[in-house]
């Protein structure tokens, strides 16, 4: 167990809808870092926020936005969305800015139908 | 265009023996490298990491190699165990982590008893 949680660990909706996703980093952990997972990609760095700023912007679709809140969870919104959009996506955090050991959630599997 | 490369997308290995996982990656401004594991149906975790200003890495059975110049790494686990059978990820940051971490696309290990 990493310590860092995720939810829903399934969401299964359809096009054109909004989803939020919520991670909680552990505790002590000031940066939080999403990721997508598709099938035929590895890791894609969406987006870092540190101790409730934006530090680092990845691969992020203007239709997807973070946020870090003041008790330091994260929640990604995903907008308008397409069957392209079906993935595992992933939190980290960190302890510091720097993302090098990062500790990552289970996941949540998200199917666009 | 692929900053991270892992070109083997699987590796059988008997029980007993050396493990060896490859990455190769052509951003000269990657600073810090990082091996993840990951298990079905779970999150990546953090194995072992090695700084630019190093060219080894030792713990327990995981060592970490770094070839600035070919620009290339490799994890070795010696001895290689059934519960080592995951999938590896390389990944690479540059120095200060402005960009988060660039992921290769992962080695299936299979280690065969």
């Known amino acids: 167990d990493s310590g860092v949680t995720q939810t829903p660990k399934h969401l299964i909706t359809a096009t054109g809808q909004r989803v939020t996703l919520r991670c909680s980093p552990r505790s002590g952990d000031l940066s939080v870092y999403w990721y997508q997972q598709s099938l035929d990609q590895g890791l894609q760095f969406l987006i870092q926020y540190y101790n409730g700023e934006e530090r680092a912007k990845g691969n992020i679709l203007e239709r997807f936005s973070a946020q870090q809140f003041p008790d330091l969870h994260s929640e990604l919104n995903l907008s308008s969305l397409e069957l392209g959009d079906s993935a595992l996506y992933f939190c980290?955090?960190?302890?510091?800015?720097?993302?090098?050991?990062?500790?990552f959630g289970p996941g949540t599997r998200l199917t666009v139908t | 265009d692929q900053q991270v490369k892992q070109n083997s997308p699987s590796l059988s290995v008997q029980e007993g023996r050396i493990s060896i996982l490859n990455c190769d990656y052509t951003?000269?401004?990657?600073?810090?490298f990082l091996w993840y594991k990951k298990y079905p149906a779970e999150g990546p975790t953090f194995l072992i990491s090695?700084?630019?200003?190093?060219d080894k890495n030792e713990d327990g059975r995981f060592t970490v190699f770094l070839n600035k110049s070919a620009k290339h790494l490799s994890l070795h686990i010696v001895p290689s165990q059934p519960g080592d059978s995951a999938v590896y990820f390389c990944?690479?940051?540059?120095?200060?982590?402005?960009?988060?971490?660039?992921f290769g696309k992962g080695t299936h290990l299979i280690i065969q008893p």
């Open positions: 980290a955090s960190s302890r510091t800015s720097v993302p090098y050991e990062q500790y």
């Open positions: 090695i700084s630019s200003i190093k």
């Open positions: 951003n000269s401004m990657f600073d810090y």
């Open positions: 990944a690479a940051s540059p120095l200060g982590g402005a960009d988060g971490l660039t």
